[in-house]
């Protein structure tokens, strides 16, 4: 499986934006980068993803380097409720793991109010 | 739309005891997994299935069975319980390829004493 490079946390103030890293160098031409998070004692929760072109949705931007060797999820304005633990994936579209979502340590987001 | 429901919410067994956790989706989704989270740590998986009647290992499968013989119901049950399985329990569905969002229950709390 493809592997992603996360910091273990990284720290925000509330209303500023969160550019959150992922190193992803052994990703295949076929793979989705998926970002999720984890609030506190709650299951993991979709957040956005992508292939090659960066996307927007309501939670959050993706931006995907060129090579797709990284990815950065951006959160315009951090609120309180984005403190969480985010997780960069990796998911293959095609063959017998595409099921799969192989999960690392994440990154732990501290939001200040 | 209720999404991805596991019950119970929280368990306690006793060493040696069996029990099932239960595990339904309203979404026709053909992929369903479990997954197990320790304290710090990412999720890892259990069991997975590509639809009814398929079921696979995943990466820690030992002590624990599944089957699947409907779309909407993935149970997984414990066959003796043991003090190591004590973790929280996620399960979790998706359409199939890597383009898919994955939706997770709340999770289930389980001790073993």
């Known amino acids: 499986d493809a592997k992603t490079t996360q910091p273990n946390s990284m720290e925000s103030n509330e209303e500023e934006p969160v550019h959150l890293p992922c190193n992803h160098s052994t990703i295949s031409g076929t793979d989705y980068i998926h970002w999720y998070r984890q609030l506190p004692s709650q299951g993991p929760e979709y957040v956005i993803h992508g292939l090659t072109s960066n996307v927007n949705n309501r939670m959050a931007s993706l931006a995907i380097a060129e090579d797709r060797k990284s990815s950065t999820l951006i959160l315009h304005r951090a609120t309180l409720r984005d403190a969480a633990v985010y997780y960069c994936i990796l998911r293959a579209n095609s063959g017998g793991s595409n099921y799969k979502l192989t999960f690392g340590k994440g990154t732990l987001l501290t939001v200040n109010p | 739309n209720a999404g991805v429901t596991q019950t119970p919410k929280f368990q306690v067994l006793k060493t040696g005891q069996s029990m099932t956790l239960q595990c339904a989706q309203d979404?026709?989704?053909?992929?369903m997994s479990w997954y197990r989270q320790d304290p710090g740590m990412g999720l890892r998986l259990i069991h997975y299935?590509?639809?009814?009647?398929?079921?696979d290992q995943g990466e820690v499968p030992n002590g624990y069975n599944v089957s699947r013989s409907t779309t909407e119901d993935f149970p997984l049950r414990l066959l003796s319980a043991a003090p190591s399985q004590t973790s929280v329990y996620f399960c979790?569905?998706?359409?199939?390829?890597?383009?898919?969002?994955?939706?997770f229950g709340q999770g289930t709390r389980l001790t073993v004493v």
């Open positions: 979404m026709n989704h053909e992929y």
């Open positions: 979790a569905s998706s359409y199939r390829g890597g383009g898919t969002e994955a939706f």
């Open positions: 299935s590509v639809g009814a009647g398929i079921t």
